[in-house]
C-alpha cells in the first residue's frame, strides 16, 4: 500500500460505499475485525468501491487499488487506556461526500455520527443511501448498565431515553444491519424499523484445532496434564467479565484441584487488576494486545476453554473464533453469546457477572468427560459462518436499497 494523493476514477459500473465508524480502533477487536475483513473483500472487485474514513493523527490519503481507498482523518482522540478517536463534525464528512459522491454511506457507531451523517449530506446534488451497522447494542451496554450503577429505576429510564434516541438517529436511514437475531428482537420491541440481518463471518482455515502449539500447550500445563487452560483475548473491561473471572479463579483453584491456567491477551482499563492476579496467581498470565492472526489462531487452538461473558455481545467475532479454533465455550445468558452457545450446543450459558455460576459451569464441564465432543460441536457450527458468505449477503442488500432508489 502506497499513499497517494487521489483515487482511480470511478467505472460508471462501481458502486461507491462511503464507510465511517468511530469503533474503529488499531487495537480493537471485532469492529476492527470485520473492517479488515470488510477491505480485505473488496480490494480486488470492479463493482464496488469502499471508501474508510479511518481515525488517525493526520490527514492523508492512501490508495490501496481501484476499488479501495482508506482516507486516513485526523480525528480527537479520547482519553484513557483507548486507542479510540473521535470523527464528529458533519463538514468534515461532507467533504469526502463531494469527493466520491458516493451511493452509500455505512455508518457503524450509534452516537453522534449517524446525525452527523444525516446532516452532512443535506443539499448535496447527489442523493446517497444511508444504511447503519448495529455493531454496539448501546442503550443496554452501556446506558442502561451504566446508570444502573447509580439507581436500577434511573437505569432503566436511561435505557428508554437511549432507545428514544437511536430511533431519532436512525430516522431516515434506509436499513440497520444487525448480526445477532437475539439482539434484532430487542430492537424491534423498541421500535426499530428496516432492520436487516447480516451475519458475520471467521476465517475457518485460519483458526483451525490443527494450528494447536504442543511446546505452547505444555508451557501452559506446567508438567500438569490435566490442568484447563482458558484463554481470554477479550478488551479488559466489566463487561466482558474480567473482574467476573478474577473473582471466580480462587475458587476455581479449589474446586478443580490443580489451578487452570488462564491467558489474558488483550488491553483496557482493568489492565491494572490483571496485572496484579498475575504477580499473585502463576497460571494467570498477561500477554497484552496479539496483533497477527496466525499468532492468535495459535492461542486459541492451544487452549481448552472459550469464556464470552459478556450480555451485550451483538455478533462476538471473537466468540466463532474461538469456536472455529475447537474450543468448549461457556457464554452469558443473554445476547449473541447465548444465541451461539445454545444454537451449537458447545458449552454452557451462565447469568453475567455471576462468579458462582461462572465456576460451576467451568467445573462441571471439566469434569463432564465431554470434551471432546463439545469442541467438535463448536468447530461444526463455526463452519457454517464465512466472510465471503457475509459480504455477499451484504452486496445483495446494497443492489436491492439502490434498486429501491430508481
Same mark, same amino acid.
Given at each position: 500500500?502506497?499513499?497517494?494523493?487521489?483515487?482511480?476514477?470511478?467505472?460508471?459500473?462501481?458502486?461507491?460505499?462511503?464507510?465511517?465508524?468511530?469503533? /474503529?480502533?488499531?487495537?480493537? +477487536?471485532?469492529?476492527?475485525?470485520?473492517?479488515?475483513? %470488510?477491505? #480485505?473483500?473488496?480490494?480486488? %472487485? @470492479?463493482?464496488?468501491?469502499?471508501?474508510?474514513?479511518?481515525?488517525?493523527?493526520? =490527514?492523508?490519503?492512501?490508495?490501496?487499488?481501484?476499488?479501495?481507498?482508506?482516507?486516513?482523518?485526523?480525528?480527537?482522540?479520547?482519553?484513557?487506556?483507548? @486507542?479510540?478517536?473521535?470523527?464528529?463534525?458533519?463538514? *468534515?464528512?461532507?467533504?469526502?461526500?463531494?469527493?466520491?459522491?458516493?451511493?452509500?454511506?455505512?455508518?457503524?457507531?450509534?452516537? $453522534?455520527?449517524?446525525?452527523?451523517?444525516?446532516?452532512?449530506?443535506?443539499?448535496?446534488?447527489?442523493?446517497?443511501?444511508?444504511?447503519?451497522? $448495529?455493531?454496539?447494542?448501546?442503550?443496554?451496554?452501556?446506558?442502561?448498565?451504566?446508570?444502573?450503577?447509580?439507581?436500577?429505576?434511573?437505569?432503566?429510564?436511561?435505557?428508554?431515553?437511549? $432507545?428514544?434516541?437511536?430511533?431519532? #438517529?436512525?430516522?431516515?436511514?434506509?436499513?440497520?444491519?444487525?448480526?445477532?437475531?437475539?439482539?434484532?428482537?430487542?430492537?424491534?420491541?423498541?421500535?426499530?424499523? %428496516?432492520?436487516?440481518?447480516?451475519?458475520?463471518?471467521? @476465517?475457518? @482455515?485460519?483458526?483451525?484445532?490443527?494450528?494447536?502449539?504442543?511446546?505452547?500447550?505444555?508451557?501452559?500445563?506446567? +508438567?500438569?496434564?490435566?490442568?484447563?487452560?482458558?484463554?481470554?483475548?477479550?478488551?479488559?473491561?466489566?463487561?466482558?467479565?474480567?473482574?467476573?473471572?478474577?473473582?471466580?479463579?480462587?475458587?476455581?483453584?479449589?474446586?478443580?484441584?490443580?489451578?487452570?491456567?488462564?491467558?489474558?491477551?488483550?488491553?483496557?482499563?482493568?489492565?491494572?487488576?490483571?496485572?496484579?492476579?498475575?504477580?499473585?496467581?502463576?497460571?494467570?498470565?498477561?500477554?497484552?494486545?496479539?496483533? +497477527?492472526?496466525?499468532?492468535?489462531?495459535?492461542?486459541?487452538?492451544?487452549?481448552?476453554?472459550?469464556?464470552?461473558?459478556?450480555? /451485550?455481545?451483538?455478533?462476538?467475532?471473537?466468540?466463532?473464533?474461538?469456536?472455529?479454533?475447537?474450543?468448549?465455550?461457556?457464554?452469558?445468558?443473554?445476547?449473541?453469546?447465548?444465541?451461539?452457545?445454545? =444454537?451449537?450446543?458447545?458449552?454452557?450459558?451462565?447469568?453475567? +457477572?455471576?462468579?458462582?455460576?461462572?465456576?460451576?459451569?467451568?467445573?462441571?464441564? #471439566?469434569?463432564?468427560?465431554?470434551?471432546?465432543?463439545?469442541?467438535?460441536?463448536?468447530?461444526?457450527?463455526?463452519?457454517?459462518? *464465512? $466472510?465471503?458468505?457475509?459480504?455477499?449477503?451484504?452486496?445483495?442488500?446494497?443492489?436491492?436499497?439502490?434498486?429501491?432508489?430508481?
Amino acid at each position: 500500500m502506497t499513499p497517494a494523493p487521489s483515487c482511480a476514477k470511478k467505472s460508471e459500473l462501481m458502486i461507491t460505499i462511503l464507510d465511517c465508524n468511530n469503533f /474503529w480502533s488499531p487495537s480493537g +477487536g471485532g469492529v476492527r475485525r470485520y473492517h479488515l475483513e %470488510r477491505m #480485505a473483500f473488496f480490494k480486488g %472487485r @470492479d463493482d464496488f468501491r469502499i471508501i474508510f474514513l479511518m481515525q488517525d493523527s493526520s =490527514t492523508f490519503t492512501e490508495v490501496v487499488s481501484a476499488s479501495l481507498v482508506i482516507e486516513h482523518v485526523k480525528a480527537f482522540k479520547i482519553p484513557g487506556e483507548w @486507542d479510540y478517536r473521535f470523527i464528529w463534525q458533519p463538514w *468534515t464528512i461532507r467533504r469526502y461526500l463531494k469527493k466520491y459522491q458516493p451511493d452509500i454511506v455505512e455508518v457503524g457507531s450509534p452516537y $453522534w455520527l449517524p446525525i452527523a451523517v444525516r446532516w452532512a449530506t443535506l443539499g448535496l446534488s447527489k442523493k446517497c443511501a444511508l444504511v447503519g451497522f $448495529w455493531h454496539a447494542d448501546f442503550p443496554v451496554t452501556y446506558v442502561r448498565r451504566g446508570f444502573s450503577h447509580i439507581h436500577p429505576l434511573l437505569g432503566k429510564l436511561a435505557e428508554g431515553l437511549a $432507545w428514544c434516541y437511536a430511533r431519532w #438517529a436512525y430516522s431516515g436511514y434506509r436499513s440497520i444491519q444487525v448480526s445477532s437475531c437475539e439482539i434484532m428482537a430487542r430492537m424491534m420491541k423498541r421500535g426499530l424499523v %428496516r432492520l436487516h440481518w447480516i451475519p458475520l463471518g471467521v @476465517d475457518v @482455515d485460519l483458526f483451525h484445532p490443527s494450528k494447536r502449539d504442543q511446546v505452547l500447550i505444555q508451557d501452559l500445563k506446567a +508438567g500438569e496434564p490435566g490442568r484447563l487452560t482458558i484463554f481470554f483475548p477479550h478488551r479488559l473491561t466489566e463487561e466482558k467479565g474480567v473482574p467476573t473471572l478474577l473473582e471466580a479463579y480462587p475458587e476455581l483453584c479449589s474446586r478443580l484441584g490443580c489451578e487452570p491456567a488462564v491467558v489474558f491477551a488483550s488491553v483496557g482499563p482493568y489492565k491494572p487488576e490483571v496485572l496484579e492476579a498475575a504477580k499473585h496467581w502463576p497460571h494467570i498470565r498477561y500477554i497484552g494486545f496479539v496483533k +497477527g492472526s496466525e499468532e492468535m489462531a495459535k492461542w486459541y487452538a492451544s487452549t481448552e476453554l472459550g469464556l464470552a461473558l459478556s450480555a /451485550w455481545e451483538t455478533f462476538g467475532l471473537s466468540i466463532l473464533e474461538s469456536m472455529a479454533s475447537g474450543q468448549v465455550l461457556i457464554g452469558a445468558n443473554e445476547g449473541a453469546a447465548k444465541e451461539h452457545v445454545e =444454537t451449537s450446543k458447545c458449552g454452557a450459558v451462565v447469568p453475567p +457477572g455471576n462468579a458462582k455460576a461462572l465456576v460451576e459451569a467451568i467445573v462441571q464441564i #471439566a469434569s463432564s468427560g465431554m470434551a471432546v465432543e463439545l469442541s467438535a460441536r463448536a468447530r461444526a457450527y463455526a463452519e457454517s459462518f *464465512t $466472510w465471503s458468505a457475509c459480504f455477499e449477503r451484504q452486496i445483495k442488500h446494497y443492489k436491492n436499497i439502490l434498486g429501491e432508489n430508481k
